[in-house]
């Protein structure tokens, strides 16, 4: 239940606006598109969290995070030579990954958000999914973005 307010400090809600919520999950996307249009037809008015996920997400962000690690050392390189010094061992190194998912019913159905949280970065892997819509669909499945952040301290000699 929620209360729909038709004037801004309106002492009593003018309606209440009642909603159902469900939560369906599908392993395969051929069935996605005829689930979403049957369930318009048949009186849903509101779709909101759809997510596309892979199942292999832990791979994708040791992938992410070992390219990370790789330009890090390759850039602590790269400034070494122009300061006209070497590279030493890392004395310290920090990771953060990116790509999940953020809920956005932490409240009210009015919550804003939901999607892909992701930060730009420039050590991207992006995980093909080997499910895709049949060539008849008009879903476009896309990527599904998992980025890695790594801080290395080289020591320099």
Known sequence: MQPIYQQLYQAKPSIYEAR??????????????????????NGVGYIHGVEFRTTQLRKYR???????????????????????????????????????????YGGYWGARGGGMYQNSSQN??????????????TLSVGQISVSASVNVSFRIR
């Not at 991207?124 to 669909?137: M, T």
């Open 20 to 41: 159902k919520s469900i939560q369906i999950k599908l392993t395969k996307l051929e069935g996605f598109e005829a689930l979403l249009t049957g369930l318009l037809k």
């Open 62 to 104: 040791d992938h992410a995070r070992a390219m990370a690690v790789r330009a890090a050392r390759e850039k602590a390189d790269a400034l070494a030579s122009e300061l006209g010094v070497k590279r030493g061992k890392v004395y310290n190194i920090t990771a953060n990954d990116w790509g999940g998912w953020w809920s956005p």
């Open 124 to 137: 991207i892997s992006s995980g093909n999914a080997s499910a895709e819509a049949s060539d008849s669909s």
